[in-house]
C-alpha cells in the first residue's frame, strides 16, 4: 500500500497558480500516480494521471520528479470554483489488489478567495 | 454528467429498516465500487466488483450486503443499522482493473441518514 501525505489545507486567492504537493516515498516501480478533485457533497472527479516527468491537460499540469517521490499538481489562474477536496492517489493499475491505489486519504481542501 | 446514476439521491431510515442503494453506470463499464465518506473522514473503499465478480471487501460489517446483477447495476443492500453508518454512499465504475491508466467515475451519491 503506497501511502500519500498531502498538505491538510492550503489557501489561494483568484487568478492565482496553485501548486499542491503530494509525498509518496515508497512508491513501487509499476505505481501510477492520479489526482481527484472532490466539491461537497460530489463524487470525486478525475483530474490528470502521470507515471514520470510531466502531464498536461486543460485542467492540470502533473509534474513528477526522476525519483518519483513525490508530485506536484498545479492547478494555473485557479478561480473561486475551483474550492474543492484536491486528493492524490498511487497505485499499480495493472491489476492485483485494487486496495493500494484506491486509497484516497484526507486530501487537501483548497481554499480560493476573491 | 449522468454517466453515473445513483438512487435515491437521500434516504432516512430507521435501525430496524431494510433498503438498498442503486447505482447505474451507462459507460460500458466492468469494474463498479462502493465507497462510504463520513463527516471530516476520508473515503473509504467498501467494496469492488470486476466483470460482476466481488473482487475486494474492505472488511465491511455483514449488516452491508453487495450485489451486482450485471456490469452496469450495483446494489447495496442495507440491514440492521446504525446511527454512525449515516455517510455519503459512493459508487463509482472505471473500465476494469487491468489497464495502466484505469480511472473512476463517480455517482452524486447517496446521502443516508440513519435514525
Known amino acids: 500500500l503506497a501511502k500519500t501525505t498531502q498538505p491538510i489545507s492550503m489557501d489561494s486567492y483568484e487568478g492565482q497558480e496553485v501548486n499542491i504537493t503530494c509525498s509518496h516515498n515508497?512508491?513501487?516501480?509499476?505505481?501510477?500516480i492520479t489526482w481527484y478533485q472532490q466539491f461537497p457533497s460530489q463524487g470525486p472527479r478525475f483530474i490528470i494521471q502521470?507515471?514520470?516527468t510531466k502531464v498536461t491537460n486543460e485542467v492540470a499540469s502533473l509534474f513528477i520528479p526522476a525519483d518519483r517521490k513525490s508530485s506536484t499538481l498545479s492547478l494555473p489562474r485557479v478561480s473561486l470554483s475551483d474550492t474543492a477536496v484536491y486528493y492524490c492517489?498511487?497505485?499499480?493499475?495493472?491489476?492485483?489488489?485494487?486496495?493500494?491505489?484506491?486509497?484516497f486519504g484526507r486530501g487537501t481542501q483548497l481554499t480560493v478567495w476573491p | 454528467e449522468t454517466g453515473v446514476t445513483q438512487t435515491p439521491r437521500h434516504l432516512v431510515m430507521g435501525m430496524t429498516n431494510k433498503k438498498s442503494l442503486k447505482c447505474e453506470q451507462h459507460?460500458?463499464?466492468?469494474?463498479m465500487y462502493w465507497y462510504k465518506q463520513s463527516a471530516k473522514k476520508p473515503l473509504e473503499l467498501m467494496f469492488v466488483?470486476?466483470?460482476?465478480?466481488?473482487?475486494e471487501n474492505n472488511s465491511v460489517p455483514s449488516r452491508f450486503s453487495p450485489e451486482c446483477p450485471n456490469s452496469s447495476h450495483l446494489f447495496l443492500h442495507l440491514h440492521t443499522l446504525q446511527p454512525e453508518d449515516s455517510a455519503l454512499y459512493l459508487c463509482?465504475?472505471?473500465?476494469?482493473?487491468?489497464?495502466?491508466?484505469?480511472?473512476?467515475?463517480f455517482g452524486p451519491g447517496t446521502r443516508l441518514t440513519v435514525l
Open positions: 463509482a465504475s472505471s473500465q476494469d482493473l487491468q489497464g495502466n491508466t484505469d480511472t473512476q467515475y
Open positions: 515508497n512508491i513501487a516501480t509499476n505505481d501510477y
Open positions: 502521470g507515471y514520470k
Open positions: 492517489l498511487v497505485g499499480d493499475m495493472g491489476g492485483g489488489s485494487t486496495l493500494g491505489r484506491l486509497y
Open positions: 459507460l460500458g463499464h466492468n469494474a
Open positions: 466488483y470486476n466483470f460482476k465478480e466481488q473482487t
